[in-house]
């Protein structure tokens, strides 16, 4: 993927920090606080980890597939199982 950049921080404060780039976020923190700083910042969507198991209902899934389920269409990346 392009234009993908990944942060890493050691300490607390290092995320609030300010910073206009980012339009989607994934907060992995226990942190609740940090969705707010972010959407402040210009971001359009804050996403945790509940946020993605809410999106993806169904059963549960490794985090790749969880992924692909909550932010991709039907039949794009993953397809629909069958009830039966």
Do not use: G
């Not at 942060?7 to 290092?14: D, G, L, N, Q, V």
């Not at 206009?20 to 609740?32: A, D, E, H, I």
């Not at 389920?69 to 794009?76: D, E, F, G, I, S």
């Amino acid at each position: 993927m392009q234009n993908i950049e990944t942060m890493y921080y050691e300490k607390e404060e290092e995320l609030f920090v300010e910073d206009y780039r980012y339009k989607l976020v994934f907060n992995f923190t226990s942190l609740p606080k940090l969705k707010r700083h972010f959407l402040k910042q210009s971001a359009f969507k804050v996403l945790s980890l509940d946020d993605l198991k809410k999106a993806a209902p169904e059963k549960e899934y490794c985090f790749s597939e969880l992924l692909k389920r909550a932010l991709c269409r039907p039949n794009t990346l993953w397809k629909i199982e069958n009830a039966s």
